[in-house]
């Protein structure tokens, strides 16, 4: 009637973990477009159990990406320490109690730029840990290239959305050998 | 049609008019997406952050396109970061501005520069006044909807 959709997204022993109700109003539908038309994937991107818990820093010299790729992880149930620069995001890490699985790295930044940091990080510490992803608006063919030549595990292209950040998290996360 | 439901279509009706003027377009539908009980305003919060970003980028521009000898690499990071912001909250004729300011900045062409800046003010004050009027229009429907008007 209301032209709804109810989803149950399952955890990994198949139990309902959350359900999802998604009911059509006329207002929302307005803005209709690609709001409710989802990708090909087995799992709704909402469920904030995927990465459930999942500690990131994420820096972004840009006060509005920051907070709206911010917000976007903790959508996705991660544990989100934004900083707005290189130097931050590096004393982040290297306090003892940062434990972070993952950095976010705006490849443009002012003072010190993502490759820069990369480069600093990969220097003492392994490729696996933390992981890093570069986010970036460059739509240069190389940039991949690039990413890879220091270290980095994956790129994630601006502006950032929803399913473009969780493909890619998953991606990584599973090349490095962790299921969700 | 009763007052809720007149406010409604017309709430409906601006907002579709946005989207079909490319003056917004699919991020800001991920902006309301990512909106929940846990952020209320967020939409609300993250526009007026980049209204507050926008108003200082501009003054900076205005400051470096008019100087003796323009540095245009200055000017260029201001548009970039410009770019970046109105992308992420879905302005997308003031991120086309930026896009195109931005190849006048490589070219180190001085009229283009100050026309394209122009371009992104006029495109950026359109937005302002167009999301001003759609929070405003926004809040008069939910104190209606709140009131139990039928």
Request: aromatic content about 8%; some cysteine; overall charge neutral.
């Amino acid at each position: 009637m209301m032209q709804g959709n109810i989803w149950i997204s399952p955890n990994t022993v198949g139990f309902a973990q959350s359900m999802t109700l998604l009911l059509r109003f006329q207002l929302q539908s307005s803005f209709g477009r690609a709001m409710f038309a989802p990708k090909d994937s087995p799992e709704h991107p909402n469920s904030n159990s995927q990465f459930r818990g999942l500690k990131i820093v994420l820096a972004d010299d840009d006060d509005v990406n920051r907070m709206v790729t911010k917000k976007l992880l903790e959508k996705l149930g991660c544990q989100v320490t934004a900083v707005s620069s290189g130097f931050e995001c590096l004393s982040a890490l290297s306090s003892s109690e940062n434990s972070s699985r993952l950095i976010l790295l705006d490849l443009q930044m002012p003072d010190m730029d993502g490759f820069e940091v990369a480069t600093r990080i990969r220097k003492f510490r392994s490729r696996n840990w933390p992981l890093i992803i570069a986010l970036t608006a460059s739509a240069e063919d190389n940039v991949w290239e690039r990413c890879l030549h220091v270290g980095m595990n994956g790129v994630i292209r601006k502006p950032v959305l929803l399913q473009g950040i969780a493909d890619e998290l998953r991606r990584v996360l599973h090349l490095a050998g962790e299921s969700l | 049609m009763d007052g809720v439901a007149k406010l409604r279509k017309q709430f409906l009706e601006y907002t579709n008019s946005l989207f079909q003027e490319e003056i917004l377009d699919q991020q800001f539908v991920q902006l309301q997406q990512l909106q929940d009980e846990s952020s209320p305003n967020f939409v609300f919060e993250v526009v007026s952050l980049f209204f507050e970003d926008s108003k200082r980028l501009l003054n900076e521009l205005e400051i470096a396109i008019t100087q003796e000898n323009i540095d245009f690499k200055k000017v260029d990071g201001y548009v970039h970061q410009l770019k970046g912001s109105s992308s992420s909250i879905g302005a997308h004729r003031v991120r086309n501005a930026c896009v195109a300011f931005r190849h006048h900045c490589e070219a180190q062409n001085i009229e283009g520069c100050l026309q394209c800046l122009q371009q992104v003010k006029t495109e950026y004050f359109l937005v302002k006044n167009k999301l001003e009027t759609f929070f405003k229009m926004e809040q008069q429907l939910s104190t209606a909807s709140q009131s139990g008007s039928k």
